[in-house]
């Protein structure tokens, strides 16, 4: 394939940095080496300091690999996290390249549907599933009613591989869908016109093409199963690095050096994840004559096509769907165990909520709310430093607040105690324990999300018109505030959105650091209601109003910036 030469958009021009921005550049620095450089870095230092000597070790890592089951729990993590990159990618693979490519009615309606997994909490999921999955859930009991055997779809690694593939699979439909538009569909006709078609196209044209889409989606789903930490600990899966990092802190103290060794190896699974899908792509030309469209146009299905492609889609949808109709079922049912469906239905669940458990969805709107802000406001700085200015070192503000997402929850939270627990307030508290802790760790675990968000928004936005407007007086501070924010707040609000969903249901960090019933989130909640039989209606009613919540908050947030783009319309 030919290279066409690309026409580069005209780049923004940078000024010298004012002493206004340098202040804010070493503000925005010193809360990135307080919150995630200081916390990850206590992390690496204890994981090479041999214990009551102080000194520099590697013993640390030689226990660990000499250790059975750290191995053990080492191999079940790439495991578990490659087989859910090779499930989600059967999920979303079908439903991304039907959706299209096709003439598919509803195909809106599908990619809506399959995005909503990653709105739910999976160690939630994971309960659910159960109902239906497990040995005495639905299926195997009328699988055994019928034909006299059993499958063990939730037996141990399996069952962590199906909960997390169904819940993060959106991470590929998304991007594969979006790399598919993409794609000049002329390379598809002038392929078809040399008698290439059907998988042998797909395999040899529209997949090697759409194939940074794919890599960026897998490598989240790999990264973001390898260091979940409830959906094992609920499927009652303990070898997996993870959980056994949570486990040693909590069991043996921080003290302990084995837990620091598995955050490094948890850091470095990471890192070596997004590094391994960004070398993939090293040296290669992706790049099309235009951005979708082309010669060729959706093609409409033969009946047998449409028949075999909706049965496909169906089969699919309804078991991504299957966490989230199980959950609902379970928080109206008063009995529902070793049966098809429930034995009867209350809302007897959803009273307890509200009267006993409203404190977490305060909690929750309060910490998400604030993670989400402080999120917002540092990406817009970030971003303008980057974009806008000549500023020494501000590649390296952009560096860090991105390599959060390399960060496993369990290793942050674990940093934040090492680090803060030893401080302590006048009266005696630590530090680690105040809730301002827990709404700090979800802001920096969220910042990548809301500063991707604020510089794409920041790259739409003409340098022209803030010159315009400090030609006529304003200040650069006014010009910011009345040009540049308005300008960019759909991104602006898009990274709020997505901030405030994902934190309003983390857990793998607040895990750690909540100390207190009175401080816990939502998601706190959840675990400790799934942990026993007995609480698992309440936490399904928890879990569906924290579902509703995300919805209600992603809804808004679609309404909000296609009501902003409307006044733009109108206003050109």
Request: glycine share 8%; hydrophobic share 55%; proline share 4%.
């Amino acid at each position: 394939m030919t290279a066409v030469p690309k026409i580069a958009a005209p780049r923004a021009r940078r000024l010298p940095a004012t002493p206004g921005q340098i202040v804010l550049a070493l503000a925005i620095a010193a809360f990135l080496l307080l919150f995630l450089v200081l916390p990850v870095g206590t992390v690496l230092h204890a994981a090479f300091t041999e214990k009551g000597t102080g000194s520099f070790t590697l013993i640390n890592f030689y226990d660990f690999v000499r250790t059975e089951l750290f191995m053990r729990s080492l191999w079940n993590s790439f495991y578990v996290s490659a087989m859910s990159v090779v499930w989600a990618s059967v999920f979303a693979l079908p439903l991304a390249y039907l959706t299209t490519r096709f003439e598919f009615r509803g195909a809106a309606i599908v990619q809506t549907l399959g995005f909503l997994p990653l709105i739910m909490p999976p160690f939630v999921g994971a309960v659910a599933m159960q109902l239906f999955f497990g040995r005495n859930g639905s299926i195997n009991l009328l699988l055994d009613d019928w034909f006299g055997f059993k499958i063990g779809f939730m037996e141990g690694l399996n069952g962590v591989v199906l909960v997390q593939s169904i819940h993060y699979f959106p991470f590929i439909l998304i991007n594969l869908s979006a790399a598919l538009r993409n794609i000049d569909r002329a390379m598809e006709e002038a392929a078809q016109n040399l008698g290439c078609s059907g998988f042998r196209l797909f395999r040899r044209i529209v997949f090697p093409l759409a194939l940074p889409g794919y890599l960026a989606g897998a490598s989240l789903v790999f990264v973001k199963v390898f260091d979940d930490l409830a959906t094992p600990l609920l499927l009652n899966v303990k070898d997996m690095l993870a959980p056994q990092a949570y486990l040693r802190v909590t069991s043996i103290g921080i003290a302990d050096p084995m837990g620091y060794v598995i955050s490094v190896v948890l850091i470095a699974a990471s890192v070596l994840a997004m590094w391994l899908s960004a070398a993939a792509l090293k040296g290669r030309d992706y790049a099309t004559t235009q951005r979708g469209g082309g010669g060729l146009a959706r093609r409409r299905m033969t009946a047998r096509e449409a028949v075999f492609g909706y049965a496909i889609v169906l089969l699919v949808l309804a078991l991504v769907l299957a966490p989230h109709l199980g959950l609902l079922l379970l928080s109206f049912a008063t009995v529902w165990s070793f049966s098809p469906l429930p034995d009867g239905y209350t809302v007897a669940h959803y009273a307890r909520v509200f009267g006993e458990s409203s404190l977490y969805i305060k909690n929750t709107l309060i910490y998400a709310t604030l993670a989400g802000g402080i999120d917002v406001v540092l990406g817009v700085a970030i971003a303008y430093l980057v974009l806008r200015t000549r500023l020494v070192g501000r590649e390296w503000l952009d560096w860090a607040a991105s390599a959060a997402l390399a960060i496993p929850g369990v290793v942050l939270g674990i940093g934040y105690l090492r680090s803060f627990y030893g401080i302590t307030l006048p009266d005696g508290t630590p530090l680690a324990a105040l809730w301002i802790t827990i709404v700090l760790a979800l802001a920096i675990r969220r910042l990548p999300y809301a500063l991707r968000a604020c510089h794409a928004a920041l790259q739409q936005v003409s340098v022209s018109l803030e010159e315009a407007a400090e030609n006529l007086g304003a200040t650069k501070a006014r010009t910011v505030r009345r040009v540049v924010v308005p300008l960019m707040a759909g991104g602006i609000l898009a990274g709020f959105v997505t901030s405030f969903a994902t934190a309003a249901v983390e857990l793998s960090a607040t895990l750690m650091l909540v100390q207190s019933n009175s401080d816990a989130p939502l998601a706190y909640g959840l675990y400790v209601f799934m942990q026993s039989a007995a609480g698992r209606g309440p936490g399904a009613a928890l879990g569906v109003v924290a579902v509703l919540l995300v919805a209600l908050c992603t809804y808004l947030s679609h309404l909000v910036i296609e009501r902003g783009q409307k006044a733009k319309g109108q206003g050109h």
